[in-house]
Structures are given as C-alpha cells and as structure tokens.
C-alpha cells in the first residue's frame, strides 16, 4: 500500500510542479480535475476522460447521496467500480450544493437540515454524516465539511461563518478513518478578508490535514479579488501539502491561479460549455451555434488532437449542434476537457523549464487573436 | 477502382450469405446497417459503431436536404467526410419521411411539394431532384424514389400507388450518375397483395437496378403478414443482387427474414429504444428504468463485448437512466448496436455452417427465457 503524499518537485516564482502520491495512482500537478457530478463525466465515456490526459475527478457527495444513495454506491463497489474510474477521486463535501440547490435548508452548529431538490425528501448533512459518505463513496480524497461564505459579506458574517467551517473542520477530521493512500483535504475560508483568512489557514494547520482547499472564492468576486485573494493566502498555506483551488475556472483564471501557487482545480465549465455550443481554444472561445461556422471545412482547434478537432469539420460540428444531436455535446464536451488538460499540461511542462511567465504572456496573446478572429478581422 | 457488385457466397434454405462489393469498402450479409439520420448515428462517435461491427450506415435524405442542405454536405466533402465514416452509406429517398414527417403534403405525377417540419419552408422531391440530392450527399448506395404505400389499403389503391412508384423508378434509374462502386437500388411495392408484388418486381427487373428493397413494409402489417409477404416476394427476386427490407426491425423481425431470403435491413429500434432505457439482450429486451435493477451488480448481458456490459453494473447503468445522464444514453445505443451487429453476424456463422435454422429455435428460446427472468421468475 501507498501512503498518502505530496512531492514539490520544483517551482518557478510562486508556481509548484507536485506529485500527489494516492492509493489510486499519482497525480501530476498542477491539475485540473473534470468533474463527474453524479458519477459520471457528462456526455463523456471514462475511458475517453483519460484518454485526454486526466488524472483525477471530481463527484459531488450532495447529488450522490440523494441519487443512488451512499449505501447503494458502497453496495455496488464504491465510486471507482461504479462509475469504471479506477484513479484517483475527490468528492466535495455537499455543503456548496446544499447551499445552492437544496429547498428548505436550516443550518445550525450541529449542520445543515435541507429537502432534496428531486424528490422533496428531508436530509441532514453534518461533518459527520458528510465524511462518513465520502467514505462510503470510496473517495480518494474527502473534503471537510464547511460553509462556502456567501459573497459579498460583511466581515463579520465572513467571520462567523469561517469560525462555524473551522468547529466543523475539526469534527470533520474526528470523523476521517485514516486508510493508506487516502486523504482528507480542510478547506479555507475567510471571504476576502486577509486576517480571517489568516486565522482560518492557523486553524486548519492546527488540525493538520493530507491537503488544503481555498473556498468561498469564484462566487461573484471577480478575478481580480480572486487573484488578490490568493496573494495573501497561498504563501500562509504549508509547502510540502497540496493547495485546491475549489469550483475554478476559466482558463485565465487557471493560468493566473498556477501563477500565485494552487496546485489542484475543479469547474463544471468545460464539460456544461461543451453542452451549449461553446468550445474553448488556443484563439479563445468559440460558439459553434454562430452561423459563421456553418461552410468551415477547418478543425475547431487545429493544434488539439482531441476527436472533435482531428476528424471532423466546423461545419459539421455546427450541423450537429444546431440539429441537437447528442454527438455535439459529446465532442465538444471532449474537446473542452482536451483544451484544460492540455493547458495544464502546458503549464506543468513550462514550469519545469523556467518559463511560467512566457507562458503566460503567450497565453494572454494568443486568447486575444481569438477574439479578434471572432470578429471576422 | 471497384465495380458495385453482389456475390452470393453460400445458402442455407432460402437464406444466403454474400458479399457487396462498393467503392467503399465491401458488406458482409446479410447486414444490419444502423440508421444515421442527420448524418451521427444518434449518441454515437462513428468509430464506436464501426467497433461494432457494423459496416455500412444510413442516412436520411429529407433529413439532410434541410438541414445543412446537399449543396452544404457536397461543399463540406460529402457525407463520409462531413460524418467522419469512411465505409458506405446508403441513403434513403426521402419519399417516406416526407409522407410521415412533413407538413400540408401535395402529391402528383411530377413527384411531392411539401413544407419542412422545421421552418415550414416549401420543397418539392421528384425522382431526378431526389436522385440528383443523394449524389450530392455522395451516397454509396442511391435508393429509387418512391411512395410508402400505407397500410391497410384496398387493392386499387396498393395498385395505383405501386405503378406511381414504377413509373418514379424509371425516372430515378435515368436520372441515376453512374459510378464505379456506386449502386442505385429499386424499390418492391404492392403492399400484401401477391399479384402487385409480382409486377413491381417485374417493372424494376427490367429496369435492372444494382438491388432490390421491399418497400412498404413494417408500417403497421404485423409480423406475421410481413413473413407471408416476403415468401411470395423474395422468391420472385433476382438470385444475384443484394436484396434489403427498408425499416426493419426487432431481432425477431430480422431472423424471420434472413430465413426468407433478405440480405440488408436497417431500423431506428436499436439507436431510438437505446435513448428510452431499453436493451436487446440475448435474454430478451430489459427496461433499465425498472427499480428491480437498482442494486444489481450483474452486467446488462454477460455474452456482450461492449462497453456496457464489460465495464458497468445494471446498478450503475439504472443510475445514470434515472439521473437523465447522457453517458447511459451512449452506452445502451452502443450495446443496442453491439447486439444487433452480433446477431447478424451469428447469423452469417449459421448460414456458413447450413444451421440457421438451430440458430433461429436457440434465439426464439433464449429471447423466451429472458422474458420469464423479467418477471421475477
């Protein structure tokens, strides 16, 4: 058996190349992790999720509680077996999408009492109960229970609630049954605010967990208090533990967040832009809804080696789309997560050169010429 | 380059098993070509249906003539090239979907003017526009235009409608650009009357197509009436074409007919009942939506290679009916296809080693016992 570890390979500036070392298998960072709600990477067979180079996924405790059921999971092998993913998986707590989508909810120091958004049914999540599921899951990677802070907020609702995640980090971590190669990640919140995210990093470091989040961010903020967040809380965060960035991003929010030193991501938006027509690239994003595409014989991304670029024309991508036909979604959801894995990829490699910075100035280049492209210059 | 031919290697009975040799590569039959309306085998990557086995698809060309349009597909490389499927496709004449799909419907000797079910916009197919679309869309096999006679009709009507369609076929015969390894196929109407049946054959006979459909069956005839249809028909066809029954059908529907005679089908049953949460197994069709597979660890059909059965519980395939995830629409089409593909070619084997008819009492046994393990039994 493996323990469960993180390896700083190196660094460029602020910005680490790791290896998470897990009992399902090792994870190259920084790392973008595609996220697999309800056991599944929408529109996508698994085998193809790691065909694009992904190492790790995400499934949310919240979804898979109420449907099938933490029980019935375990029953049917726990998550890799169940959803034929044998790497490395990460499950959020449910506390973000209690908050978000559950009817009903009351949240008290003991937890979060809420009616599920499909049937009605009343379900109380606690740190408890909450990491006590991830274990029926078989996550690889549990998250403490916490309350992702509102935002905007005042400081003293920021506090309150950062205090309430810190009590619950703790019975979170009381909960954890420690098993070779797995981990339990503590989440940090704090809103905006410097001293609490300060106190809130204390707290969780006091506990000592396998890994760190940073919460409550990517919630209306904007990148640029994303970014300054991030400058006053990653250097506070330990080393040698990796850092997750939870729910983000776009792909400049990517680039910038590698920059000021997060190793791990998650977003829905690959994989729900590749629903809607909306394909990232090295130019930029692309509607492939517009009209404009409809005679294109040229590939979505010429420099992409995914399916949707190799094989098929714009022109027929847009036929699939404006047609509805669930091919669409799957090569353009295909393609998306091609885009952020190649990305990271990118990004990993040019840290290990020294070269982050150029990187991302090229990146910001290149974006750019895809949006004056799109405007038929 | 290759001529378009039919070679007929071996019978069993009535039933036989040949080759057709096309520009774009040869069909094994009898053959189960899945349905491809807009050009994607609906939920499919077209690797995954060649994986199956499947050699040849369809493609609908009302479908395509409104959307994205011939003129579009021909500039876009034709439908290999737009669709990514190198092998050959067969394209129907659009006659039938304008009858069942289109709106305020004028027929008359020139051919039918109608409005698109999608923009109410006017279009008129006739034999030379229809013939005229499908070298456009560069159909591998061109199919004659002709009317669907519904079902039931009185003899008068079967008999009009039968020397309308003959009168069509000539015109789609001249209309025909020939080209090496490019067929054109009439089509048999009469409806269940053995006497029209007899002179369609004659009139397309001396017309001299590369094959043969029986038209205006599976419309609602039952099966019994559809099997004493093909044994006054496919007798009176000629030994050394490839003959193709358009539309057909369950797996008992194919059986049947492959004793009969028939070398070709096609059907949406697999692909359609694949998005409705049903499955064709060896063991009978299984509704996946049914709360009885909830927690059942076994695979869909323990026989099937695909991806399915290999790598998924009925739990988990149940899980992502009732979740609306678009992964268990894929996977049920590809088995459905997987299954459909693996009975032709079960049948093939029969033919080659004269046991077809064993083959077809095992199948109507097996079909039987799944329908006893269904209930509980």
């Given amino acids: 058996m493996t323990a469960f570890s993180f390896e700083l390979l190196g660094t460029d500036g602020a910005a680490r190349r790791g290896r998470v070392t897990t009992a399902h298998g090792t994870i190259e960072t920084p790392v973008f992790m595609p996220v697999g709600t309800a056991a599944t990477v929408k529109a996508m067979q698994p085998e193809s999720v790691a065909s694009t180079g992904a190492q790790i996924v995400l499934a949310n405790t919240y979804h898979l509680m109420l449907r099938p059921g933490a029980d019935r999971v375990e029953r049917l092998g726990g998550l890799h077996t169940f959803m034929n993913w044998p790497g490395p998986i990460l499950t959020d707590s449910g ?12 949240l008290t120091e003991h937890g979060v009492t809420f009616q599920s958004h499909i049937d009605g049914a009343k379900h109380t999540l606690t740190p ?5 599921i991830q274990r029926k899951l078989d996550a690889t990677i549990t998250m403490a229970f916490d ?19 810190m009590r619950w980090a703790t ?6 049954v420690d098993r070779e190669g797995y981990g339990q990640f503590g989440i940090v919140q704090g809103s905006v605010f410097p001293d609490l995210r300060e106190e809130s990093v204390k707290a969780l470091r006091g506990i000592d967990f396998e890994g760190y989040a940073i919460g409550g961010l990517a919630v209306g903020e904007g990148q640029e208090l994303m970014f300054k967040t991030l400058d006053f809380t990653t250097p ?5 533990k990796p850092r997750y960035l939870m729910g983000v991003g776009k792909p400049s929010d990517l680039v910038g967040a590698v920059l000021r030193g997060v190793d791990m991501f998650d977003c829905v938006l690959p994989t729900r832009s590749g ?21 294109d014989l040229r590939p979505l991304d010429e420099e992409c080696g995914c399916p949707a670029c190799k094989s098929y024309s714009r022109g027929y991508l847009h ?22 894995q190649d990305l990271m990829a990118g990004m990993r490699a040019a840290i ?8 991302a100035h090229q990146f910001d280049i290149d974006q750019a010429r895809g949006d004056i492209e799109a405007l038929g210059c």
Same sequence: chains 1, 2.
Avoid at 128 to 132: H, P
């Fill in 128 to 132: 408890e109960s909450s990491t006590e």
């Fill in 147 to 165: 309350e992702c802070t509102p935002f905007p907020v005042d400081k003293k609702g920021a506090s309150n609630s950062m205090r309430l995640s």
């Fill in 236 to 240: 506070l965060l330990p080393v040698h």
């Fill in 171 to 176: 019975r979170s971590r009381d909960a954890f």
């Fill in 352 to 359: 290990e050169h020294g070269t982050l910075a150029a990187f």
């Fill in 275 to 295: 629903r809607t027509a909306q394909a990232f690239t090295r130019r930029g994003t692309v509607n492939l809804r517009n009209a404009r595409h409809a005679d």
């Fill in 95 to 106: 506390g973000f999408q209690v908050m978000s989508l559950a009817k009903l909810r009351k």
């Fill in 319 to 340: 036929h699939l789309i404006r047609c509805d036909e669930i091919l669409g979604l799957m090569l353009l959801t295909w393609h998306n997560i091609q885009y952020y």
